[in-house]
Each structure stands twice: as C-alpha cells, then as structure tokens.
C-alpha cells in the first residue's frame, strides 16, 4: 500500500544550527511527494515539492531531493530561525489516487 | 479572496448530538478535499469534490458522516449522532486541478476543532 513514514519528534535545536528531518514512503509507481508545514495557529502549507524521481523541491531555504532509489524525501535546512519552528509533515501523491497521503507530522522547535 | 475559510474553528458537543462544520474554498477552485486530522498524528483523508461532485469518500467516512457542495462552492460536512472518537480536527482544503499530481498547489484551511463530550 502507500505509506509515509517520518521521524518522531521534538526535534530540538539552536539558531542556525542544520536541521534534516526523514521521510521515506511506500508506493506504486512514481508518486509527486511534498513537505508541508503547520506554524502554531495556522492551516498547513506547501512548503515544496518534488513531482519524479531526482529533482529537488526548495523554499525559504528548505531543500530536499526525491530519491526513488532510498524511496526517501528528506527535508534539509542548512541554518534554521526561531521562526522556523512549526510541525512539518512529509506527504506522498500517488498516481491515480485523488488524495494526499500525510506522515504524522515532526515538530520543530529552536531556541535563540 | 483571502484563502480557505473554515467555521466554526471551535465545536464542543454532547455526544449524539448532529455537528455541522462549513467551508469556503478559493473561488476560482474546483477541487475541495476534506481530511481529519487526530492529536499527534498527519492528516487523513475523508472525501474530495470536483466542482459539486462528490467523487471519492474514505473509509473512515461512516455512514454517520455526510458531505455536501451544493453548486460547487462552499462545502458541509455533517456528522450525525456523534462519538468521542469524532474529536478530531477536520480540515478542507481546495485546489484548482490535483492537489496529489503537483502540478497545482492546494489551500488548506485552518481547520474546525470537534471536542465530543
């Protein structure tokens, strides 16, 4: 079946300090896959996306690379803000499937 | 047009009692999807619209569940005769072509929080 799986949080870290998250999924074919981020009061947002196999989503700073190889989509932020902390969630598009399919979420949170 | 509208954001009921959540999308978008989302875990899709169709409902919908959009604008979702474990949060989200294909960004809400008492 399709399946996301990322890891478990509280990911605590300093100002600009280098943040990954992990994310790996399972799927049929060649699914788009997105990271999306809910800051504290507010609905989700795309944060970016990747729709095959090698290309690399960014914004704000955010990068990451889909690798159909590892079957993975990190999220990788090479220096994080106090602003930046929020719950990220790592989220697969099947083909053919009209719906996203969302990991349960990593929290981030950084101190000054 | 400010985004995806959702109302209440905040419902405390009695259980058994009928719950009824409303959502604006994006006007100029076709698609509206509906997903719940529980504490601590991503969120799970219910159903989605294209324009006033109804074209897919999820398993965890029930047949206590109901959703509408009447003339393809905004959408309800009704919950008859509810349980503690319909407290959840429940998000719509719209999007002008597939939200899942990449190829246009989707919207979400901020969300109706359903506390059953």
């Known amino acids: 079946g399709n399946s996301v799986t990322q890891m478990e949080g509280p990911v ?3 100002e600009e300090a280098f943040l990954t998250i ?3 999924y399972t799927a049929t074919g060649y699914p788009s896959l997105f990271w999306y981020v809910q800051y504290p009061g507010e609905g989700l947002q795309l944060l970016l996306k990747a729709t095959k196999a090698d290309d690399k989503g960014s914004n704000k700073g955010f990068e990451a690379t889909y690798r159909k190889e590892t079957t993975s989509f990190h999220l990788e932020k090479g220096s994080v803000q106090v602003s930046d ?3 990220y969630f790592c989220a697969l598009g099947p ?3 009209n719906k996203l399919i969302f990991g349960a979420g990593t929290r981030l949170a ?3 | 047009d400010t985004g995806v509208s959702q109302d209440p954001r905040h419902k405390i009921t009695k259980r058994g009692q009928n719950v009824t959540f ?4 994006i006007s100029e978008h076709n698609r509206l999807y509906w997903y719940r ?4 875990q991503g969120p799970e899709f219910l159903t989605y619209f294209q324009n006033e169709a109804q074209l897919e409902k999820s398993r965890l919908l029930s047949d206590r569940f109901s959703a509408e959009r009447p003339k393809g604008s905004f959408s309800t979702l009704e919950i008859q005769r509810t349980e503690q474990g319909d407290s959840a949060m429940y998000l719509c989200a719209s999007s002008f072509l597939a939200m899942e294909s990449g190829k246009a960004e989707a919207f979400f809400g901020q969300g109706t929080r359903l506390t059953v008492v």
């Not at chain 2, 409303?22 to 999308?25: A, G, Q, T």
Request: proline share 9%; hydrophobic share 20%.
């Open chain 1, 85 to 87: 902390s929020a719950v």
């Open chain 1, 12 to 14: 605590t870290l300093s």
């Open chain 1, 22 to 24: 992990n994310c790996t």
């Open chain 2, 22 to 25: 409303r959502c604006d999308p």
């Open chain 1, 110 to 112: 950084v101190h000054p």
């Open chain 2, 37 to 40: 989302q529980t504490l601590g």
């Open chain 1, 95 to 97: 083909r053919g499937y």
